[in-house]
Nanobody
Framework: EVQLVESGGGLVQPGGSLRLSCAAS????????MSWVRQAPGKGPQWVSF????????YYADSVKGRFTISRDNDKNTLYLQMNSLKPEDTAVYYC?????????????WGQGAQVTVSS
């Protein structure tokens, strides 16, 4: 059974930072590419970032490039998203996900999500 459990969300002021974690189980984590996807209130899902199975290749949406960093620890079966210089428009539920092998902007499986609220 595939399980993806996000944690680390919360309320932060603009300009602040948060680090999200995703604990993975039920599959060989180190053999899978992973993504972060977010969904803001009233909007559709938005792909945020991608990391390949070995962690050596990463990609970011233009809206977060230079502010967010995706990483992983395969020994701990954990995916991370470090979010710096947060903006109100980053407010969303953030999901870790297993992306499609043919198109990493699409995801096969999402976790339950972690709420991130950026507000003064």
């Amino acid at each position: 059974e595939v399980q993806l459990v996000e944690s680390g969300g919360g309320l932060v002021q603009p300009g602040g930072s948060l680090r999200l974690s995703c604990a993975a189980s039920g599959f060989t984590f180190g053999s899978y590419d992973m993504s972060w996807v977010r969904q803001a209130p009233g909007k559709g899902p938005q792909w945020v970032s991608f990391i390949n199975s070995g962690g050596g290749s990463t990609y970011y949406a233009d809206s977060v490039k230079g502010r967010f960093t995706i990483s992983r620890d395969n020994d701990k079966n954990t995916l991370y998203l470090q979010m710096n210089s947060l903006k109100p428009e980053d407010t969303a539920v953030y999901y870790c996900a297993i992306p499609s092998r043919s198109d990493y902007h699409l995801s096969h499986y999402w976790g339950q999500g972690a709420q991130v609220t950026v507000s003064s």
